[in-house]
């Protein structure tokens, strides 16, 4: 996790978006990549790392994670142990190695979230909370942790020199959150997480700075009162997400006062239910609780002092040691798990602009006063490009779809395609309209790429999946079934996936009439539907399925 940036020092950061109200829109003063910020508070020259997603719009708000640091660990260190940079971004399959860790993840997209990771304080000086023989570049490594001169947090009766020395480390937290909203356009959702001497500081931050947080996620430390921190009495009630191994004698002995002091602070029954098991992790939550929150915690079967489900940085080279982290696959990822909770917390928002009104269709969006487009495609195009990204084109057709023999009475293309229209009958109008033409589209050119692999009545699995998906995302059932049997047909053994919807070589016998047939109906089909603007034809409304919708989570 090497900073991608210089430093930047707070009192410069006016300068760098001293235009943004005559601008009207919140422009971050720094970019995707992450940087070393230093900010003063308390009079402390203190700093933190900023870990700013790419392929997103900051400037819209995005919510904020204060993630702190276990005792003699560094920043560094506590996100190379998390995975927080790296679950935060985008997981790509890598091609050319297959096998390696990690790509398995190939289809992950990140929780594109600001993460600020502040260091604590040590007994001597320590900027990057490493051995003062290490250098700079050891340092961001990630594998290195200060015994001799720990940095530490004041999280009230542990650890080391911050609570020594009263180190006002809420404070510092609180000057954090204010730089994340003013210069990097954060929004209201600011979730805090720490591990073991982290974990009782963010414990402390959900009992004295709760207005500023709407969850805190202590990993492997309870609430420890001490020193100038007496007593936990939270302003309002805040999600807790706890996480104690069932080994760990930092956690155990605290995990029960500290759940039941976050459970009554959020108004409680003191009953339980189940909300995770595996055979070594368990996870439950208090009911009855205050509306918008949740406690719950985790407990986890042999697990020592340890961030569950991850290795310690620098023990790869290591026997399989208990002490370096190696855990059964049961273990929950305590980091996922974690934001995965927080996500649904946080409040739902419009891309720009927070004067579109209540609409969640897109089509009914008004452009902002900053885009020129008004026109729905126009103004996607224009904010894409705005974005850095490019503006797909099509590909050029090599194989035109044939209707000869199609139907043209909207009963006998519902019937010859097995259009199930639930999907469609949920979708707004204007929706629905915008989501035809692009699919109408679509069906014709993976027709089209489908069709340039054939040899005889072969074509490749990977172009003929490619389609299925494409037919069956929309319930063309028929269309669907003619690739289906196709797949039925074929030995796959020979043919490894090397990633899903991939196998090189492999190709499957097509009933190509068939399959032409059932997709020049299904064309139009939808040209139906598109030529109506998006009006379903009288044949659809029979054939919609009418469910009740039950929400499972009214109670959290």
Not at 497 to 523: I, S, Y
Request: charge should be negative.
């Amino acid at each position: 996790m090497e900073p991608s940036g210089t430093f930047v020092p707070f009192f410069l950061l006016p300068h760098l978006f001293f235009s943004l109200a005559a601008a009207g829109r919140c422009t971050p003063a720094l970019g995707a990549g992450t940087h070393l910020v230093d900010l003063n508070s308390g009079g402390l020259e203190r700093r933190f790392l900023l870990d700013v997603p790419a392929g997103v719009d900051v400037g819209a708000g995005l919510p904020a994670l204060i993630s702190m640091h276990g005792y003699s660990a560094s920043p560094y260190y506590y996100s190379l142990l998390t995975g927080t940079a790296r679950y935060n971004e985008d997981q790509h399959y890598d091609e050319r190695h297959p096998t390696a860790a990690g790509s398995f993840e190939y289809l992950q997209r990140g929780y594109k979230w600001l993460v600020a990771l502040p260091f604590g304080t040590a007994e001597k000086p320590s900027p990057h909370c490493c051995p003062a023989n290490a250098s700079d570049a050891a340092c961001r490594g990630g594998t290195l942790l200060d015994q001799s001169n720990p940095c530490s947090w004041n999280a009230g009766g542990c650890c080391g020199t911050a609570p020594d020395r009263r180190v006002d480390d809420v404070g510092f937290v609180r000057a954090i959150a204010s730089w994340l909203k003013s210069a990097m356009c954060a929004d209201d959702d600011l979730f805090a997480m720490g591990f073991s001497n982290g974990a009782m500081m963010a414990n402390r931050l959900g009992c004295d700075a709760a207005d500023l947080f709407r969850g805190i996620a202590p990993v492997e430390g309870g609430i420890e009162l001490g020193g100038g921190f007496t007593e936990c009495r939270p302003s309002r009630a805040v999600s807790v997400v706890q996480i104690c191994g069932a080994a760990d004698g930092v956690c155990n002995t605290t995990i029960g006062p500290t759940m039941a002091t976050w459970a009554v602070a959020a108004g409680c029954a003191l009953s339980t239910t189940p909300t995770y098991e595996s055979a070594t992790s368990h996870c439950r939550r208090y009911v009855g609780c205050a509306a918008g929150a949740f406690v719950e915690w985790c407990m986890v079967d042999g697990l020592a002092h340890e961030f569950s489900g991850h290795l310690r940085p620098g023990s790869t080279a290591r026997p399989p040691e208990k002490d370096f982290g190696y855990q059964p696959a049961t273990n929950i990822d305590g980091f996922r798990y974690v934001m995965n909770r927080f996500s649904t917390l946080l409040k739902p928002k419009r891309p720009h602009s927070t004067s579109r009104g209540g609409s969640c269709d897109p089509a009914e969006w008004t452009a902002d006063e900053n885009w020129k487009s008004k026109d729905p495609k126009a103004l996607a195009h224009e904010i894409a490009t705005f974005m850095g990204g490019e503006w797909p084109t099509r590909p050029v057709r090599k194989v035109q779809l044939a209707a000869d023999g199609v139907p043209t009475g909207d009963e006998e293309l519902f019937e010859m395609t097995m259009l199930n229209p639930t999907l469609l009958s949920e979708m707004s109008l204007k929706t629905r309209f915008l989501f035809l033409e692009v699919y109408l589209e679509d069906l014709q050119d993976v027709y089209s790429e489908v069709m340039e692999t054939l040899k005889g009545d072969k074509v490749t699995y990977d172009s003929l999946r490619k389609f299925k998906h494409l037919a069956i995302s929309l319930a063309f059932n028929a269309v669907s079934d003619v690739c289906q049997q196709a797949f039925d047909k074929t030995d796959f053994d020979p043919f490894p996936e090397v990633a899903p919807d991939e196998r090189p070589g492999c190709v499957c016998p097509l009933d190509v009439k068939a399959f032409t047939q059932q997709t020049a109906a299904a064309v139009a089909l939808v040209k139906m539907m598109v030529d109506a603007e998006g009006e379903l034809p009288p044949a659809a409304e029979p054939r919609i399925v009418r469910v009740e919708k039950k929400f499972y989570y009214d109670d959290i």
